[in-house]
Nanobody, 123 residues
Framework: QEQLVESGGGSVRVGESMTLTCSASRRIIGAWSMGWFRQAPGKEREFVAAVNWSGYGTKSEDSADERFLISGENAKNAVYLVMNNLKPADTAVYYC????????????????WGQGTQVTVSS
C-alpha cells in the first residue's frame, strides 16, 4: 500500500521562503497527479497546487497562488512545493495528496493523503 509523507515544515519569518517535500513509499509508474492542500484551524482544506504527469513524460502544473510552485521528480518518488514571500495567512498544516488519474483543485479528485506538516509564518 502506498504511503505519502510530508517534510520540510517549520517556522519562518514573513517574507522568507520554504520548500516542502512529499515522499512516496513506492515508485510512481505511468500517469499520475499530485496535489498540495493546506488547512488552518477551523477552516476547510483548500487547494494550493497540483501537477499532472503523463505516462510519456509531459506534465502540467497549476497553482492557486503565484508565490507557490509545485514540481516533481518521478525517479525519486518525490514532489515538492516551493513557497516564496510567505505571509502569516499561509500558516497551516500542508498536506500532500495522490490521484490515480488527472486531478484538479477539489479534494474529491484525490485518493491518498499524507499526515501533513506544519508551516508557521510569523513576524
Amino acid at each position: 500500500q502506498e504511503q505519502l509523507v510530508e517534510s520540510g515544515g517549520g517556522s519562518v519569518r514573513v517574507g522568507e521562503s520554504m520548500t516542502l517535500t512529499c515522499s512516496a513509499s513506492r515508485r510512481i509508474i505511468g500517469a499520475w497527479s499530485m496535489g498540495w492542500f493546506r488547512q488552518a484551524p477551523g477552516k476547510e482544506r483548500e487547494f494550493v497546487a497540483a501537477v499532472n504527469w503523463s505516462g510519456y513524460g509531459t506534465k502540467s502544473e497549476d497553482s492557486a497562488d503565484e508565490r507557490f510552485l509545485i514540481s516533481g521528480e518521478n525517479a525519486k518518488n518525490a514532489v515538492y512545493l516551493v513557497m516564496n514571500n510567505l505571509k502569516p495567512a499561509d500558516t497551516a498544516v500542508y498536506y500532500c495528496a495522490r490521484s490515480y488519474n488527472n486531478a484538479g483543485r477539489s479534494t474529491t479528485d484525490y485518493h491518498l493523503w499524507g499526515q501533513g506538516t506544519q508551516v508557521t509564518v510569523s513576524s
